[in-house]
């Protein structure tokens, strides 16, 4: 039971490339989470999926794109990477009524 | 609006000295509120809920409608504890969490 898996763990990106960052849970859990965590900042919600087959926006969505592909993956694209998006990246997910399970996080640096 | 604050970025406390991070809330309505921790190198974990008003690592947090706050509070902090804290609220709908900015906890010997 591998609980919630990111990749990439670190990932470098010039201004303008795109990428995707997957994430994957193993607990059939309905609803799942993209946070971003910088300094001073805590951690801010970009988008998240209540069940399969629905998105909504949090926070913060500008820039990025998600997927809800089955229950179990969810992820998190940045069509065309600026600077600002330098940050970590957390997926979680959870059952209604439950606790959050966060992943290890993605460490992106934009160039 | 629903928000979570954090007034303090970084405390330090001695080892043995008591801990209170203050966690304040606006909400309207009955809160669902949270305590997650970061230890160095590992991912966020949940450390309490109110509504289990349980002891966890020997923290506690009382929710204060009154004053809406949810203060974490640790009578004796060990070195272990060193770690950054976040409190979070559940939205409205219960399905997503809005986390405050977070405190990060120091303790030294």
């Known amino acids: 039971n591998a609980g919630v898996t990111q990749t990439p763990k670190f990932q470098v990106l010039k201004t303008g490339q795109s990428m995707t960052l997957q994430c994957a849970q193993d607990m059939n859990h309905n609803s799942m989470y993209w946070y971003r965590q910088d300094p001073g900042m805590g951690l801010r919600l970009i988008y998240y999926s209540a069940s399969e087959g629905t998105t909504d926006k949090g926070e913060v969505p500008n820039g990025y794109n998600v997927s809800r592909l089955n229950k179990r993956e969810f992820s998190l694209r940045l069509e065309s990477a600026a600077p600002s998006q330098t940050s970590v990246y957390f997926c979680?997910?959870?059952?209604?009524?439950?606790?959050?399970?966060f992943g290890s996080g993605t460490q992106l640096s934009v160039l | 609006a629903q928000r979570v604050t954090q007034p303090e970025k970084l405390l330090s406390v001695f080892k043995g000295a008591p801990v209170e991070l203050k966690c304040n809330y606006s909400?309207?309505?009955?809160?669902?509120l949270f305590w997650y921790v970061q230890y160095s190198r590992q991912r966020l974990q949940l450390l309490l809920r109110h509504i289990s008003r349980e002891s966890i690592k020997g923290f506690t947090a009382d929710l204060n409608k009154g004053e809406t706050s949810f203060h974490l509070k640790k009578p004796f902090a060990q070195e272990e504890d060193s770690a950054m804290y976040y409190c979070a609220l559940a939205d409205q709908a219960g399905t997503a969490l809005i986390f405050g900015k977070g405190t990060t906890l120091s303790v030294s010997s």
């Open positions: 979680a997910s959870k059952s209604e009524g439950e606790k959050l399970f």
């Open positions: 909400y309207s309505g009955s809160p669902e």
